[in-house]
């Protein structure tokens, strides 16, 4: 399928998402959240993949929402329309693990779609901000809540209130990001990271998705027996039973994904 906004292409079992408007760093206008819309459920639908790695350029994972596109529309054009709804239907609803590879400027909707990401992994040049204060709003993809909840109230309230961009060695320290890596290793690194993901059995990789996800949403008990019980549902794939049959062999496993 052709798209407009990104680049796709699959690598084995690893679908690389890129985005590509780079006359605007990255901004995300609605044509981009179509396009990754697209992507996204094709990568969720198709049998054969099973991680996908968004990435930007060197400049820029993303540098906000499109401001071009949001400057003269009306409240209620915002609230008719829900804008922004769809990044939560459409992107965060995938279902199979994916990493977002980011280099350069991720701020306002861009920091935000990291954040949607299971993990980011960040070059040295990453920098993470949430500078919608100074335009006049706020976050709206989502910032506010998960940025305080990946690095805690102080420094996600200091981020919103000033605006101020937060490198990648402070993103790391905070828990905003997994690892970092040199910028002119960050793609490689991604793609490997996403194939090993993409080489355990499928279906364990998604529940173990949907059991750290869960964790944000919940409270501790419900949180610890709900992973109880889709552990409990795992055990009944084919995949467990080989898995744990290779392991006694001293075999690699073959899965079958279910
Ligand atoms: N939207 C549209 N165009 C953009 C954006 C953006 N977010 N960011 C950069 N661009 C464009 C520039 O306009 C410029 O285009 P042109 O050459 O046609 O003028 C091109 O990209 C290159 O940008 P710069 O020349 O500014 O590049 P610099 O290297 O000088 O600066 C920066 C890079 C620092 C990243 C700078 O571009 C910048 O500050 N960008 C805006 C960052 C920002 O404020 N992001 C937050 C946007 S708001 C948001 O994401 C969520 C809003 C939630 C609202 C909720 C309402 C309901």
Request: contains cysteine; proline residues 3%.
């Amino acid at each position: 399928m052709a798209y407009e906004t990104i680049l796709v292409e699959q690598r084995d079992a690893v679908t690389l998402i890129t985005l590509n408007r780079p006359q605007a760093l990255n901004a995300l206008n609605s044509q981009v959240l179509a396009d990754l819309g697209a992507a996204f459920a094709a990568y969720d639908a198709d049998p054969t993949q099973h991680c996908a790695v968004l990435t930007g350029s060197e400049k820029a994972f993303a540098a906000g929402a499109d401001i071009k596109e949001m400057v003269d529309k009306e409240a209620a054009d915002f609230f008719l329309q829900d804008f922004f709804s769809d990044w939560q239907t459409k992107v965060v609803a995938t279902r199979k693990p994916w990493i977002a590879a980011v280099a350069g400027f991720a701020l306002g909707g861009g920091c935000e779609l990291a954040m949607m990401a299971d993990f980011i992994l960040a070059a040295d040049t990453a920098r993470f901000g949430q500078p919608e204060v100074k335009l006049g709003v706020a976050p709206g993809m989502g910032g506010s809540q998960r940025l305080t909840r990946a690095v805690g109230k102080a420094k996600a309230m200091e981020m919103c209130l000033t605006g101020r961009m937060m490198g990648a060695e402070e993103a790391e320290r905070a828990g905003l990001v997994a690892r970092i890596v040199p910028a002119a290793e960050l793609l490689d690194d991604a793609l490997k990271t996403a194939a090993a993901i993409a080489a355990m059995p499928p279906m364990a990789a998604m529940v173990n998705k949907e059991m750290v996800n869960i964790a944000f949403e919940t409270n501790l008990a419900q949180g610890i027996l709900t992973e109880r019980r889709l552990f409990q549902i795992l055990t009944a794939t084919q995949d467990k039973k080989e898995g744990m049959t290779a392991f006694v062999e001293k075999r690699p496993g073959v899965w079958k994904g279910r």
